[in-house]
């Protein structure tokens, strides 16, 4: 992933898709930017898994 995103991208994604989401939309957020990053759909759907589960985690 990290030859497909750049740090500003993962800085802007993050902000949006992880720190202002709800949790339940979460997860699809994440998921959906890494796909249009270029990431394949089973990496981008298990980083939006852990994602949310970091949040939960930290909640």
């Given at each position: 992933?990290?030859?497909?995103?750049?740090?500003?991208?993962?800085?802007?994604?993050?902000?949006t898709?992880?720190?202002?989401?709800?949790l339940?939309e979460?997860?699809?957020?994440?998921?959906?930017?890494?796909?249009?990053?270029?990431?394949?759909?089973?990496?981008?759907?298990?980083?939006?898994?852990?994602?949310?589960?970091?949040?939960w985690a930290?909640?």
């Amino acid at each position: 992933m990290k030859k497909k995103i750049s740090q500003k991208s993962f800085v802007a994604g993050w902000s949006t898709y992880v720190l202002l989401s709800p949790l339940d939309e979460m997860k699809s957020g994440v998921s959906q930017f890494l796909q249009k990053k270029g990431v394949p759909r089973m990496i981008a759907n298990s980083a939006g898994y852990i994602a949310q589960g970091m949040v939960w985690a930290i909640i």
